[in-house]
């Protein structure tokens, strides 16, 4: 998703390295990208992939150490309609889907989507594309500070949504609930923690990992079953590690940062199911 990090990786393999934690929100990351579709009422169902005429709604996790609500440019098109770079913007009903949080991106796909296509090929269908650009908000930065300096500090990744008539189609995972030393928390609330203390921190999800129809290379179908997994993410503390299976301990540990820079910590989970679909959720911890 994010070929700069790669490439700053690389330059910094010799040496003692200063680049972030893979967990550490020290920037502007993207760290997941989601697709829904949408019910007749305009509703967000769990489906993450779509059929010829399905209204889609897009979202993603865009975070940034100081900025509470980055800006994410979103431009779509057909995989096979898109270059080197991407989707460029055209004017007709591809390219510009809209920019987060003013004006939520979506797309509506196409009757004909599929024709041309033999009923076995709809089955697997194709791939439609979404590129994403994530720049801070400026009217967020206090006057003493000059906005030229977060001038480069943007994120640029990218989703493909299946579009196919497949009899088992992807739905997200949903995180129900966060439970840390095995409380559930209410969504919404803030959590006061100590300065240094370790809480061990467990994901729960809503339903459990679904089956589905796989189509392997030599063309045979095979029921499949999801492996979920969890990542996590803070601005600020210590995970014993970044990511979690989902049947085999989900939960992590977390440290509570000894000096902490803000009052407020906020920390992120984010569950995957490997087929594209992707679920998350924020908490804020109190430091005191």
């Not at 200063?18 to 760290?31: G, N, P």
């Not at 995970?239 to 979690?244: C, E, K, L, M, N």
């Amino acid at each position: 998703m994010k070929h700069l990090t790669l490439l700053l990786a690389l330059a910094t393999g010799c040496t003692e390295s200063t680049v972030a934690k893979s967990w550490e929100i020290d920037r502007m990351r993207i760290l997941a990208v989601r697709s829904s579709v949408l019910d007749e009422n305009g509703t967000p169902t769990m489906r993450a992939e779509a059929s010829p005429g399905d209204r889609v709604q897009l979202a993603s996790l865009t975070v940034h150490p100081e900025f509470e609500s980055p800006h994410v440019i979103w431009t779509g098109c057909l995989s096979e309609t898109a270059d080197m770079f991407g989707c460029i913007p055209t004017g007709d009903e591809d390219g510009f889907l809209g920019i987060e949080p003013f004006f939520p991106p979506e797309v509506t796909i196409a009757e004909d989507v599929l024709d041309g296509m033999t009923e076995e090929e709809k089955q697997e269908g194709l791939s439609y594309m979404f590129n994403l650009i994530a720049v801070p908000d400026i009217d967020e930065v206090d006057d003493d500070i000059d906005p030229e300096s977060f001038s480069n500090d943007e994120e640029i990744a990218y989703k493909r949504m299946p579009v196919s008539l497949a009899e088992t189609p992807n739905n997200n995972p949903f995180i129900q609930q966060i439970l840390i030393e095995k409380n559930p928390l209410i969504l919404g609330t803030t959590m006061s923690v100590s300065p240094g203390q370790a809480y061990q921190i467990e994901p729960v999800l809503a339903y459990g990992p679904e089956e589905y129809v796989f189509t392997n290379s030599s063309g045979e179908q095979e029921t499949r079953t999801e492996e979920p997994y969890f990542a996590f993410y803070s601005t600020e503390g210590s995970f014993d590690r970044p990511y979690s299976g989902y049947d085999d301990n989900p939960g992590v540990s977390w440290t509570a940062p000894k000096d902490p820079i803000r009052s407020e910590v906020r920390l992120w989970v984010v569950v995957r199911d490997g087929r594209g679909g992707m679920g998350w959720l924020e908490q804020v911890l109190l430091v005191e």
